[in-house]
């Protein structure tokens, strides 16, 4: 099984930045095409997803209460893929997972299925 690993979260006040990372798997990345990140409010169980990318391809794709804020880069040399979240608001504090699916990005992402890999979550709070 792939694995995805996240890392970058933290406290930050509002109008912050912060950079979430995620390591793939060589079995990921060989395996799959789109992979993105999603974000999951405090109390609530449903994953909104916030960006993604297809590996090897050069679109991205984001939900509209990111866009000119968050910016999603891979490194595929390194098998690494980021978030880089500015001008934060409170509104987007929670669980960030990173996910990977088969399909291509514009087939799955914002389709109600779930991607197939998920890493374990980076928690991010931004206070007021």
């Known amino acids: 099984q792939g694995r995805l690993v996240e890392s970058g979260g933290g406290s930050v006040q509002a109008g912050g930045s912060l950079r979430l990372s995620c390591a793939a798997s060589v079995l990921i990345v060989n395996s799959r095409r789109c992979i993105g990140w999603f974000h999951q409010a405090p109390g609530k169980e449903e994953r909104e997803g916030v960006a993604?990318?297809?590996?090897?391809?050069?679109?991205?794709y984001y939900t509209d209460s990111v866009k000119g804020r968050f910016a999603i880069a891979r490194d595929d040399s390194k098998n690494m893929l980021y978030l880089q979240m500015n001008s934060l608001k409170p509104e987007d504090s929670g669980m960030y997972y990173c996910a990977a699916d088969r399909g291509f990005c514009a087939d799955v992402w914002g389709g109600p299925g779930q991607f197939d890999d998920w890493g374990q979550g980076t928690q991010v709070t931004v206070s007021s």
């Open positions: 993604a990318t297809n590996i090897g391809g050069k679109l991205e």
